[in-house]
């Protein structure tokens, strides 16, 4: 879809969005875009994906580069923010997407798995963070994709993954109060079960996530997109240190 006549809400804005090459941060990088924002999405993996992911953003009209990223990569984390400033002349919106799941007994756990899970969980959207903020000014936007796991240990095996997400709600509380005065906002996202290429609506154990859930079934990537672009546009604005459940009664 080309959008060719009309102001959008986001025109102007350039968007950065983690992990966007697939499900939730490929919705989230499109819906932006729809918006009117110019949008760079990272990946770690499949370059083919992200590259059609900012091919479907330039069909837009608007401007899209996929640019390759390790989250767990401090110098990756820095270079990529530096990067987008740099090639688009501002950073107006950030959208902490990217990040790695890992359910199982503490006893099973590793020292490797709780490093990774950290690593790219909790620092990594820290100093996605930290970069960011050097570029952004009064308008601009951080959002990060938490967990419905943060806030209800529905079952057991995810207290790695928990404590990752359950993390961003201290970070988007306290830098919310920090970037306030500068007309920052910070908001946090809690998805439920949502239905992607890793987690399908129709997958193994789809059943049991619906279950817990108030509909009794799974969201779609769109519903957390519809979300963060209504956080990301001028509505927002008075939307600060929020913690939004998009998870079908999940938390509830």
């Known amino acids: 879809m080309t959008i060719t006549t009309g102001i959008a809400a986001l025109d102007g804005k350039v968007a950065l969005v983690t992990g966007g090459s697939r499900g939730i941060g490929e919705a ?3 819906r932006l875009a729809e918006d009117g924002a110019d949008v760079v999405v990272t990946y770690l993996g499949s370059a083919e994906r992200a590259e059609a992911v900012a091919a479907k953003i330039t069909a837009m009209g608007r401007r899209g580069w996929a640019v390759r990223a390790d989250s767990a990569d401090p110098e990756a984390v820095r270079a990529v923010v530096e990067a987008v400033a740099e090639r688009f002349g501002r950073l107006d919106i950030l959208v902490n997407n990217a990040g790695v799941g890992h359910m199982g007994p ?6 490797a798995d709780i490093d990774r ?3 790219v969980n909790v620092r990594a959207p820290y100093l ?5 903020v050097a570029h952004l000014t009064e308008g601009g936007r951080i959002v990060t ?3 419905c796991m943060a806030k209800r240990a529905a079952f057991g095996g995810g207290s790695l993954y928990a404590t990752s997400k359950a993390a961003m709600i201290g970070l988007t509380k306290s830098l919310a109060r920090e970037l306030g005065p500068r007309g920052i906002t910070v908001n946090v996202i809690h998805p439920g079960p949502i239905d992607t290429e890793l987690n399908p609506a129709d997958g193994p154990g789809a059943d049991f996530q619906s279950g817990f859930t108030a509909v009794g079934g799974f969201g779609r990537p769109s519903d957390i997109a519809a979300t963060i672009a209504h956080l990301a546009g001028a509505e927002g604005r008075y939307i600060t240190g929020a913690e939004i459940a998009v998870d079908g009664g999940f938390a509830g």
């Open 106 to 111: 503490i006893e099973e756990t590793g020292l």
């Open 128 to 132: 996605f963070a930290k970069a960011a």
């Open 28 to 30: 989230v990088a499109l």
């Open 145 to 147: 994709i938490g967990s």
């Open 117 to 119: 899970v950290l690593e």
